[in-house]
């Protein structure tokens, strides 16, 4: 199983565009996150969904969207991207029937606004 | 805000248990504790959890005081690879539920 996988591994945008950051699970998790992580700093939550068809803010919500697309896969948009944006970001995916399923984290994006 | 408490850094030598601390006074009798660790810039990765009972998995031990105010992750022989930053958390058990990440405890292991 490829646990969660994350697209793309790096992107470099310059201030004013727009993206979407994929993330797509294999282990049927009802619920997903998004963090993102400063240099030097732990991670911060920006959106997740407990399950499939509900979203919620995290932390760190100004400037972000997120699609539940279906129960496999958890979107992140940023419309408008800024240099504070730039960050490596991580999904993490949790669940099944058990409440203290631990979260499995993908590799991360690697994201820079110039 | 994290509602837990590390110190920035720890050191341990190689083949010495490790034992990272964390402060969690603050905790509802409905929260459990979580451990993760962060190797490099890799995605955090799951160690262990408990809620007032001491545990041990493969990877570590968990002790956790009976006040539940707060607990210690012991590496029993900690390797080169066990070098890391650690994230100790608490988290209500409900499903869904977010965890919050603070700035963690980084773990240097010298040889």
Known sequence: ?114 | DAKTTQPPSMDCAEGRAANLPCNHSTISGNEYVYWYRQIHSQGPQYIIHGLKNNETNEMASLIITEDRKSSTLILPHATLRDTAVYYCIVRVRQAGTALIFGKGTTLSVSS
């Not at chain 1, 969660?4 to 201030?15: A, C, H, I, N, R």
């Not at chain 1, 004013?16 to 282990?27: E, I, K, R, V, W």
């Not at chain 1, 496999?72 to 490596?88: D, G, I, K, M, Y």
Request: hydrophobic share 30%.
């Open chain 1, 1 to 114: 199983n490829a646990g969660v996988t994350q697209t793309p591994k790096f992107q470099v945008l310059k201030t004013g565009q727009s993206m979407t950051l994929q993330c797509a699970q294999d282990m049927n998790h009802n619920s997903m996150y998004w963090y993102r992580q400063d240099p030097g700093m732990g991670l911060r939550l920006i959106y997740y969904s407990a399950s499939e068809g509900t979203t919620d803010k995290g932390e760190v919500p100004n400037g972000y969207n997120v699609s539940r697309l279906n129960k496999r896969e958890f979107s992140l948009r940023l419309e408008s991207a800024a240099p504070s944006q730039t960050s490596v970001y991580f999904c993490a995916s949790s669940g099944g029937q058990g409440l203290n399923s631990p979260l499995h984290f993908g590799n991360g994006t690697r994201l820079t606004v110039t």
